[in-house]
């Protein structure tokens, strides 16, 4: 153990270590008083920091052997990936508790870096959850995870601006782009600022989200997962992504979005910059919020279009949490995941931060349904939402893609289908290393 006491001698310094030890291991300590047991949260940055922070500030409350303690990675997905991969595979045995994105599991299970959670996560509890919840939890018959939030890509619009219009949210992109394009030319001289989309196009995950939802509702797939080959080349695959750089990014949303995540894409939306935004559930509490928004109240929500009779696709987006393999606080990590992911605390989340849950009871709950009356026709929308490709390969494949969509997009003039196939050799590279790992 590293101990932070230079210049003391040695012996002096082995019993300063070994009194810290005491503390973080929850040991008596020399006055005879337990001193509580840490648990390591390593969590991405949140929306509401002050909910988190409530949060935890019950948990340790009601549990006052325990103490959390948090260190905050960053917000976007692939970053967080990044750091907390790089502890697990340091093999840190600090870290207790962390989140996994509905995609990681695989991965996550198969490097031994998840703990299985069975014993601990019975059948009869696993029943209070959203179906598609636990399924992405589970790899090869193990529950990894306990869910703690459900995503799914919305369509949030301007209910001012297409009421002024005479229109109902759009049911196809086609639609979408004749409705933005009318507003802006009607409202340029009022808001020059205003433009008529704001999503996630940087590279990163969310961009892969995005491009799975514009690539669903145009017919397309990314992989064909029964026979293990990426599908980007295909004709409907390439008709998505020529939409969104031909028709979305310049004509009708700012070539800016191709830096954006979905804080900035929100900010955007919540200035009073865009007719339409895409974004997960909890987007919905923000862009009300006369305090962070300043079109508060003239926000509606709407399932993604879709084109040409073919519907639309929102991806299943989502949060699990997971205790570590090495963790050495199994038990009071297992406490504190029971806290955050209850009846109670789910509700909590829901009702301060706007996180869709991951229960299904509370999607009947009446005051919840009051704050969040779009959740009565957006239920469906949550519930059948398309999970990404499943593999414990996923965040590589995933960066293939994620190069791939951020080029064809930024390059307007960029051949497509000889990028898409380079792009479709390396996933399949991929995919055959692991073709025998079917979940
Ligand atoms: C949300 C989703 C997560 C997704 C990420 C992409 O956090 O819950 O599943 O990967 O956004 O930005």
Not at 323 to 352: N, P, V
Not at 355 to 364: D, Q
Not at 398 to 426: K, V
């Amino acid at each position: 153990m590293w101990c932070p006491v230079k210049a003391v001698p040695i012996l002096g310094a082995l019993a300063i270590c070994a009194s810290l030890v005491c503390h973080a291991t929850g040991d008596e300590t020399a006055t005879g008083a337990s001193a509580p047991t840490v648990i390591r949260f390593v969590s991405w940055k949140p929306d509401y920091p002050r909910a988190w922070d409530e949060a935890i500030r019950i948990f340790t409350e009601r549990h006052p052997h325990l103490r959390i303690e948090r260190e905050i990675a960053p917000h976007s997905s692939t970053a967080y990936h990044d750091l907390l991969t790089q502890k697990l595979k340091n093999r840190d045995p600090s870290v207790d508790v962390f989140f996994m994105d509905v995609i990681w599991v695989p991965e996550f299970a198969a490097a031994g870096w998840a703990r299985p959670l069975n014993d601990r996560f019975t059948e009869a509890s696993q029943e209070a959850f959203l179906p598609s919840t636990l399924e992405v939890g589970r790899y090869h018959g193990h529950l990894y995870g306990v869910p703690s939030r459900i995503d799914a890509g919305l369509l949030y619009y301007r209910v001012d601006l297409l009421r002024k219009y005479g229109f109902e949210p759009p049911g196809t992109w086609n639609e979408l782009v004749h409705q933005a394009t009318t507003i802006l030319d009607g409202e340029r001289a009022a808001t020059p600022t205003l433009r008529g989309y704001s999503a996630q196009f940087k590279q990163y995950e969310g961009l892969v989200c995005n491009m799975l939802e514009f690539i669903g509702s145009h017919g397309g797939i990314l992989i064909d997962e029964d026979r293990g080959a990426a599908r980007l080349s295909d004709e409907r695959t390439l008709a998505a992504i020529e939409f969104v750089r031909a028709r979305l990014l310049g004509p009708l949303a700012s070539r800016a979005l191709l830096t954006y995540q979905e804080p900035e894409s929100l900010a955007a939306f919540a200035r009073g910059n865009a007719v339409f935004h895409r974004n997960w559930p909890y987007a919905w509490e923000i862009a009300n919020n006369p305090d962070r928004s300043s079109i508060a109240g003239r926000v509606g929500a709407a399932p993604l279009p879709g084109s040409d009779g073919i519907p639309g696709v929102a991806t299943l987006g989502g949060w699990l949490l997971g205790i570590s393999s090495l963790s050495r606080h199994a038990d009071e990590a297992w406490e504190f995941i029971s806290f955050l992911t209850g009846h109670d605390m789910q509700r909590f989340f829901a009702r301060e931060a706007g996180i869709a849950p991951s229960r299904t009871v509370l999607y009947a709950d009446p005051e919840l349904l009051t704050a969040n009356p779009q959740w009565r026709s957006q239920a469906a929308v949550l519930h059948s939402a398309t999970p990404r490709p499943r593999s414990p390969v996923y965040p590589a494949l995933s960066h293939i893609m994620q190069r791939f969509f951020s080029r064809a997009l930024a390059y307007p003039g960029l051949d497509l289908e000889p990028e898409a196939r380079r792009a479709e050799r390396e996933m399949n590279r991929l995919l055959d290393l692991t073709r025998s790992e079917a979940p």
